[in-house]
């Protein structure tokens, strides 16, 4: 047993809790410091063979690994070809330069007007209110995204504020990054703050996985801003696989549609994934169950080192035609491309 001293049952006899330094870092905070960031703890977690191993190293020098404990924990273990696996696993063949992958494939470099703001659409502006993510993602279209010159300094979000409420014409403001629910929820309040004040805005949109790879994230701090804005709010979530969707996440969830957020969920069409009707019939119905609608349904963008996750147009079609006979159509999503220089996401 263990013995207390008198100065603690003091504390206990007034309610006040024994040792709560009032900075701690959230639980969420330290499940993102924790997440493995080395491809060898990768494979001796998951009980993956020597084999593997090269090819995660040499994967790793070109985009870092980083995966969070409570997204492993969804993991099967000693099963590489595992779908949450597949999307945080380093491969050789992400060393393979493949005509038409390129770093930039979206011409993003070009949509700048301040830094850290991305104005493509009519109407809605993505800002880049993270430069970090929780899970770094193999087929992402980011990966070779100049983070470090897109986070932008407390006086770079007043220039973005500006361009915002210079423009009557921008309804929605999108946060994205990077995953944006990454920056502090004191960062998140401030810049939320000011969106609030600027009177065309309609809508706050959260581009986000971090409800999903870490679902400590929907804390009563993120709720608490979440629920002070008088914006209408829309969080689509990335998750591209049912086996992500776990009773945390569903609880997630429940707490954001609590805090009176729309879900919608975007996926990636990946090779080795979710390229098939059942993965895909699976993932509707399981978003579902857990308060969320299927948004987008994307083709990979052709961002170099991720031509391996490929599915051609024609399988794409035959996959979401496959898709209609199985599922209500409230719950298909929409199968879309990104071309640069287009007005909106391009059906298919
Ligand atoms: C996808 C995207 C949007 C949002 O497009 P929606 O079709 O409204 O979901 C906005 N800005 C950029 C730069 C985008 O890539
Ligand atoms: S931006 Fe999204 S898809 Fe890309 S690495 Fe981050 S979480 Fe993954």
Redesign the pocket.
């Known amino acids: 047993m263990i013995t207390r001293s008198p100065v603690v049952l003091q504390r206990q006899a007034t309610s006040q809790p024994d040792t709560v330094p009032l900075i701690l870092p959230s639980a969420w905070q330290a499940q993102l410091s924790d997440a493995i960031r080395d491809p060898g703890e990768l494979c001796r977690r998951l009980g993956l063979d020597d084999g593997w191993l090269p090819g995660a190293e040499r994967g790793h020098t070109l985009f870092e690994v980083r995966v969070p404990e409570a997204f492993l924990a969804r993991m099967r273990h000693g099963d590489p070809d595992d779908p949450l696996l597949r999307q945080v696993l380093p491969l050789a063949a992400e060393g393979k330069v493949v005509p038409g992958y390129v770093a930039d494939p979206?011409e993003?470099a070009d949509?700048t007007p301040a830094r850290g703001l991305?104005?493509?659409?009519a109407g809605?502006?993505?800002l880049i209110a993270s430069p970090v993510c929780a899970v770094n993602c193999r087929y992402c279209f980011r990966r070779h995204f100049p983070y470090e010159q897109n986070a932008p300094s407390r006086s770079q979000w007043e220039a973005s504020l500006e361009y915002l409420r210079a423009d009557t014409s921008i309804s929605?403001a999108?946060l994205?990054g990077g995953d944006p629910l990454a920056a502090s929820d004191r960062q998140l309040t401030w810049l939320v703050e000011r969106l609030d004040t600027i009177p065309h805005l309609k809508r706050l949109?959260i581009?986000t996985r971090l409800p999903v790879v870490i679902p400590d994230r929907v804390d009563d701090a993120l709720l608490g801003w979440l629920s002070a804005t008088r914006l209408q709010k829309v969080v689509?979530l990335h998750i591209n696989h049912a086996n992500e969707i776990d009773d945390a996440v569903v609880a997630a969830c429940a707490r954001l549609k609590g805090a009176g957020v729309t879900l919608l969920n975007?996926s990636v069409l990946l090779r080795g994934i979710n390229d098939s009707v059942d993965a895909l019939a699976t993932l509707s119905e399981r978003l579902f169950e857990a308060g969320v609608l299927p948004?987008?349904l994307h083709v990979l963008d052709p961002v170099a080192g991720a031509a391996h996750f490929d599915v051609t147009d024609e399988e794409a079609r035959e996959l979401v035609a496959g898709l209609r006979e199985t599922l209500p159509g409230f719950l298909m999503p929409r199968l879309?491309r990104?071309i640069p220089g287009e007005a909106?996401?391009t059906p298919l």
């Open positions: 979206l993003e949509h991305i104005h493509k659409y809605r502006v993505l929605e999108i994205s949109r581009h689509v975007q948004y987008y879309v990104e909106s996401k």
